[in-house]
């Protein structure tokens, strides 16, 4: 399975650098948002150009001559422009409303080519040459850069220069992944490739989220940083007086500070995932009595859920991407191979079948489940819409290797 991690990193960054990112952020978006206009027919939405070449074909030398950008900036931000055109195209096929994709945050988005991470700096492209922008990083290790960036085992992918104009700050996000040996076969083959696609997302005690494509976000960290918040408000809570009250409440905004950021870049990774496997919606279990669901999850677990899910659904459309609940009986007692249903199936982390004896990761189980249920609730509407039966598209599902659809309904055991 693949193992994908965001490391966002701080960047030190002098007055003349921060000049040309500035400058690089509104030709980088400039030119997102012409390849928007070009590749956007508001009259014809099947006319839509989602061919990442046709774009840049179209556009490239226009947008080289127009702008001092490199020619993987613009071709990145032309590519960032298709992806949320083709999102929208999927979005106005499934009869939702969309408009014309506009970027109007802070992002660069950067490839191999158009960045180096060194050691303890990056080497940015910019539209007036290079910028060498030192990392700041923090004093707690290991930090994310220097377990998943300066890791061996980890794949560097790309990378994505933000700003916070509140802070005034300048990071570098950097995503990288892992594969890691596969015991799980499906067996599935990618074959429908022009239909619609969907990503399966289970929310879980084990990791905070798994992907239907056995992308795992283990939040292990995150559990640790919140034990550690608590271990440090508790020490001051003994302490008592005033300057404890005031560092407890610059604590309690440093935390919801991180969390808040923890969370966001999760959100960011969920999208970015679905993107890169050409899903056009993300399926969420629903989120009503995940409580209820989940008794053994902390409290903190069932709000960064929420904000989880809140961040992805206002991050989603951005890149063309929407995002669906769907109701969770079962999903974690089903089995995504051949649909035998029993509570025996689950045995915390471990999901073996009863029936077939696949013996599989239990969330990523439940995510397929949940891609799967959603797939199969959109293929069953489609049929009583169109009444004839034909021209049916089926839904896939996107797991580790290829899709798979689900071609009706299996039997709970009992039934
Ligand atoms: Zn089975």
């Known amino acids: ?23 690089t952020r509104d030709q980088f978006l400039w030119c997102a948002n012409r390849a928007s206009e070009q590749c956007w027919n508001k009259y014809d939405r099947d006319e839509c150009i989602t061919n990442k070449r046709t ?34 195209v999927e979005r106005w096929k499934k009869r939702q409303r969309v408009s014309q994709p506009e970027f109007t945050s802070w992002f660069i988005d950067y490839d191999k080519r158009s960045s180096t991470i060194h050691r303890n700096e990056a080497s940015l492209s910019t539209h007036s040459g290079r910028v060498e ?4 990083l923090p004093s707690d290790s290991p930090t994310p850069y220097e377990r998943y960036v300066l890791n061996e085992d980890y794949e560097l992918r790309t990378s994505t220069v933000h700003y916070d104009n509140v802070t005034g700050e300048f990071s ?22 022009q239909n619609r696609t969907v990503l399966g997302i289970d929310l879980g005690v084990n990791s905070l989220a798994v992907a239907s494509t056995g992308t795992f976000w283990q939040g292990d960290d995150y559990d640790h940083w919140v034990r550690e918040f608590e ?40 999208v970015t995932e679905a993107v ?30 929420r904000r989880l899910y809140e961040y992805v659904v206002y991050k989603a459309p951005e890149r063309g991407v929407s995002v669906e ?9 089903r089995c995504s191979k051949c649909g035998f249903t029993h509570e025996d199936n689950r045995d915390g982390e471990h999901f073996c079948c009863q029936k077939c004896e696949y013996a599989v990761n239990a969330d990523y189980n439940a995510a397929k489940n949940i891609g799967l249920r959603y797939a199969r609730k959109q293929y069953h509407s489609l049929r009583s819409r169109q009444k004839s039966g034909s021209g049916d598209a089926p ?14 309904p299996r039997p709970i055991a009992g039934d």
Not at 4 to 23: G, M, N
Not at 325 to 333: L, V
């Open 276 to 305: 890169e496997n050409d899903c056009s919606t993300i399926v969420f279990e629903e989120l009503d009595g995940i409580r209820e669901r989940l008794p053994f999850a902390e409290w903190h677990h069932v709000w960064a859920f």
């Open 172 to 193: 570098l996000h950097i995503t990288t992944r892992r594969f890691d040996s596969d015991e799980d076969a499906d067996g599935s083959t990618d074959t429908e490739h």
């Open 231 to 270: 271990k440090r408000r508790a020490k001051m809570q003994q302490r008592g007086g005033q300057d404890a009250h005031r560092a407890m409440a610059r604590l309690g905004k440093r935390e919801r500070a991180w969390r808040k950021q923890y969370l966001h870049t999760t959100a960011n990774e969920i």
């Open 133 to 136: 922008c030192p990392f700041v």
């Open 55 to 88: 774009a840049q074909n179209a556009l490239y030398d226009e947008l080289r001559e127009e702008t001092d950008l490199t020619a993987n900036l613009v071709i990145g931000a032309i590519y960032r422009a298709v992806e949320a055109v083709k999102g929208c």
């Open 1 to 23: 399975m693949e193992v994908r991690r965001t490391a966002p990193v701080k960047l030190a960054v002098s007055d003349e650098q921060r000049d040309a990112l500035h400058e």
């Open 325 to 333: 609940q769907i109701e969770t009986a079962y999903t974690s007692q």
């Open 395 to 408: 839904v896939n599902v996107r797991i580790n290797r290829g899709t798979m659809t689900d071609d009706g």
